[in-house]
């Protein structure tokens, strides 16, 4: 899909149509872009594009429209403020020094090799429970890499077309009960956790139990409950676990950028553990992970579905045409970037930052439906990676050379990630 998008955008320029089951208009020109998702945005809802996303993870904040999904954005914005980052921060900082100690113990020897993909995917799940629902959850969130990984592949599958009824007993539909039964049992375990705590936690679970909806003016329901805690789960741990993985396979061959990291880590931090004050300080690495975002985004474009006819870039677009902004093109964008192909953390210096279009940089997406967790999970990446290189020496096996994107729901690897880490004298 990545293949046939990039082979059409070099061919045929920064707005054009493709087939994909039905018809569609990619669009990779951040001033494109800007329109659909700023400019001219009542024009695109999510609608039928998130058909397949809504029969998973169902109708939280993410898939919501119009005055539903704005009080419920409002309802959990605060949770994701600024001022709350420095406790979800060192929600954030245990639980990656309980991961990346535990490995160490685990292995029982100063080197060894991991799978990336999966342990990243286990820590951040954790994160997220510890950070949005409450870390007395940890043990109680026991969803396994597979499961996990069937779920998000439901999720893609459900949005490629035709779908047989829930009822059909085919294998598609034997795996889809199996899988939602097991994450719906954790699930409604957490809600109901949730709900034996005393109100006022300063966690998002207990603000969402606790508080009633603008809109409808009750709480939310038991199954309103289930589609925003199945929607954070989603949303907010698979997006950081492959921004980290794939920064590894971007780290193979590039020793100048690990020393650099090195360096940054030692000063910074020694071996104390980082806090929400040291962020900031962390400008090389918080470098590496957006130009990390920039080639290899867990979410290369979007999808919209056009309410009534416009004009973008000169292209007709027509009522009920899908619009997919193409935030991968943007990224790649000559007349933006500089050598585009190139990873190169330099990309964002502060002096080469300068004047760009914002519109050229999306990974998050922009205007109204712009990610919730994009500061969270900022500041989650650069944490973990700081408290990974103060650990380890890391080693990327030259087989990430043949690892190639495939785009689902999220870009993921088609292949493991290998990674040999070899603790720092400091750790042993
Ligand atoms: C590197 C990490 C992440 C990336 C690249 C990412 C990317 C995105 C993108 C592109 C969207 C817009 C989707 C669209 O409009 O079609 C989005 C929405 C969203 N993201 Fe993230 N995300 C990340 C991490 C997180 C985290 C950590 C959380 C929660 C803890 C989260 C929760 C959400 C939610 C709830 C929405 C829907 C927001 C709305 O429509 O109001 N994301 N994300």
């Not at 933006?336 to 050229?360: I, K, L, M």
């Amino acid at each position: 899909m990545l293949n046939v998008l990039d082979d059409s955008w070099r061919k045929l320029g920064d707005v054009f149509s493709v087939d994909i089951g039905m018809h569609a208009v990619v669009v990779a020109h951040p001033d494109g872009i800007k329109r659909i998702l700023a400019g001219n945005a009542k024009n695109y809802i999510k609608g039928a594009t998130y058909d397949g996303v809504r029969r998973i993870i169902g109708n939280g904040v993410l898939a919501l429209e119009g005055d539903a999904w704005k009080s419920r954005r409002t309802l959990m914005n605060p949770a994701f403020h600024r001022s709350a980052l420095g406790h979800l921060t060192q929600a954030m900082v245990e639980t990656g020094r309980g991961a990346f100690d535990g490995l160490l113990q685990r292995h029982g020897r100063e080197t060894f090799t991991i799978d990336a993909h999966r342990e990243m995917v286990k820590l951040t799940l954790d994160v997220v429970t510890a950070a949005l629902f409450g870390k007395e959850l940890l043990g109680s969130v026991d969803i396994s890499y597979e499961s996990l990984g069937a779920a998000l592949e439901l999720v893609s599958e459900q949005g490629n077309g035709f779908v047989l009824p829930h009822w059909v007993p085919t294998a598609g539909n034997r795996k889809f009960h199996k899988t939602m039964k097991e994450v719906e049992t954790v699930i409604y375990r957490v809600i109901a956790a949730g709900r034996r705590r005393p109100p006022g936690d300063g966690t998002l679970l207990s603000m969402l139990i606790n508080s009633v909806d603008a809109e409808t003016n009750r709480p939310l329901t038991d199954h309103e409950l289930r589609d925003e805690v199945f929607t954070l789960f989603v949303a907010g741990h698979e997006t950081t676990a492959l921004t980290l993985t794939w920064l590894f396979t971007l780290l193979h061959g590039r020793d100048d950028v690990l020393s650099a990291m090195k360096e940054e880590v030692d000063r910074v931090l020694g071996t104390k553990d980082p806090a929400f004050d040291d962020y900031p300080k962390l400008t090389y690495l918080r470098q590496v992970v957006d130009e990390t975002l920039r080639l290899r985004g867990p979410v290369a474009m979007t999808a919209r579905t056009a309410v009534a006819d416009d004009e973008v870039l000169g292209v007709r677009v027509r009522a009920g045409d899908i619009v997919m902004p193409y935030f991968y093109g943007a990224h790649r964008h000559r007349d933006f970037w500089p050598e585009p192909d190139r990873f190169d953390p330099g990309h964002f210096a502060a002096d080469r930052s300068q004047g760009r279009n914002p519109w050229s940089y999306l990974p998050f997406s922009a205007g109204q439906r712009q990610c919730i967790g994009n500061t969270f999970s900022l500041v989650e990446t650069v944490v973990l990676l700081a408290q990974l290189v103060q650990r380890f020496d890391l080693d990327v096996d030259a087989s990430v050379r043949d690892v190639k994107p495939v785009a689902m729901v999220t870009v993921r690897p088609d292949k493991p990630v290998t990674v040999r880490l070899t603790a720092r004298a400091s750790w042993k």
